[in-house]
């Protein structure tokens, strides 16, 4: 479990690279001035020299405000 703070660091950082992303078993549901989107992703990442790709199932909650779609929650699960 990472906190905020620490995801920033990790994404901002030369040493962790995405070389790709691909996303699978999408699912979109709609309720009013909110979504949820969910399924499945494969990640290829390279953080130095280590190859850290992994699969993992995630959850992103968007609200509409002050005329913006802004993400207010996001679960991922890594998959073995």
Wanted: hydrophobic share 40%; net charge positive.
């Amino acid at each position: 479990v990472r906190d905020k703070a620490q995801t920033i660091t990790n994404f901002k950082s030369t040493a962790t690279n995405f070389m790709a992303i691909e996303l699978e078993d999408f699912s979109l549901r709609i309720a009013g001035d909110s979504y949820v989107v969910s399924g499945r992703a494969r990640a290829k990442v390279k953080m130095e020299d280590r190859d850290l790709s992994q699969q993992f199932r995630y959850a992103k909650v968007y609200v509409k405000r002050r005329g913006r779609w802004q993400v207010i929650a996001l679960h991922a699960t890594r998959l073995e």
